[in-house]
């Protein structure tokens, strides 16, 4: 089994930076791609950033240029850098993991994140 464990998150103000970390552990065969997802209240979860395995990134209009996902290989760790947060950045963040040629898919618990004055 593969375990991810997300930390980072919290209350900030509007225009605050925050990081997530989300630590994958477990019997990880390979790990193809790994992101962040976000669902906010009454709202479908949606792709906030995800990186592959050779590098590529894709990132969401909503927060490009304000977020920045980056990887840390050998200790099977992703990052989220948040900055310029806004109100409707507010959600739970769910960290995934894509493994192996069947591409299963492994989601964290989640973290809030909530930016209000």
């Known amino acids: 089994q593969v375990q991810l464990v997300e930390s980072g998150g919290g209350l900030v103000q509007p225009g605050g930076s925050l990081r997530l970390s989300c630590a994958a552990s477990?019997?990880?065969?390979?790990?193809?791609?790994m992101g962040w997802y976000r669902q906010a209240p009454g709202k479908e979860r949606e792709l906030v950033a995800i990186?592959?395995?050779?590098?590529?990134?894709s990132t969401a209009d909503s927060v490009k240029g304000r977020f920045t996902i980056s990887r840390d290989n050998a200790k099977n760790t992703v990052y989220l850098q948040m900055n310029s947060l806004k109100p409707e950045d507010t959600a739970v963040y769910y960290c995934?993991?894509?493994?192996?040629?069947?591409?299963?898919?492994?989601w964290g618990q989640g973290t809030q994140v909530t930016v209000s004055s």
């Open positions: 477990g019997s990880i065969f390979s790990i193809n791609a």
């Open positions: 995934n993991l894509i493994s192996g040629i069947n591409e299963r898919a492994y």
């Open positions: 990186l592959t395995a050779n590098g590529r990134t």
